[in-house]
Nanobody, 123 residues
């Protein structure tokens, strides 16, 4: 069992930056690909970014490409999402997820999920 805990959310203004963290409870998370998702009020959860277990491969949703960067530090069992040039439409609860296969993440399939952290971007 792997527990994931997100942090770093908050209230920012449009154009600001924010870095989210996802801390895993076990060292074995190093074998998992990781992803970030978000769910805005009244909308379905959507894929944001994914990173392979080694960190060598990343994949982004078109809506965040060039603005968001996913990274990981396996020594700290932590995955990050650096968010720059934030827009009001980025407002959502952001979730971290872990999956044995990176290919399943963009489709929303993961083995473990965190409980989310709220990001609010004001205009």
């Amino acid at each position: 069992q792997v527990q994931l805990v997100e942090s770093g959310g908050g209230l920012v203004q449009a154009g600001d930056s924010l870095r989210l963290s996802c801390a895993a409870s076990r060292r074995t998370v190093g074998r998992y690909s990781m992803g970030w998702f978000r769910q805005a009020p009244g909308k379905e959860r959507e894929f944001v970014a994914a990173i392979s277990w080694s960190g060598g491969s990343t994949y982004y949703a078109d809506s965040v490409k060039g603005r968001f960067t996913i990274s990981r530090d396996n020594a700290k069992y932590t995955v990050y999402l650096q968010m720059n040039s934030l827009k009001p439409e980025d407002t959502a609860v952001y979730y971290c997820a872990a999956a044995l296969s990176m290919q399943t993440i963009p489709g929303g399939r993961a083995d473990y999920w965190g409980k989310g952290t709220l990001v609010t971007v004001s205009s």
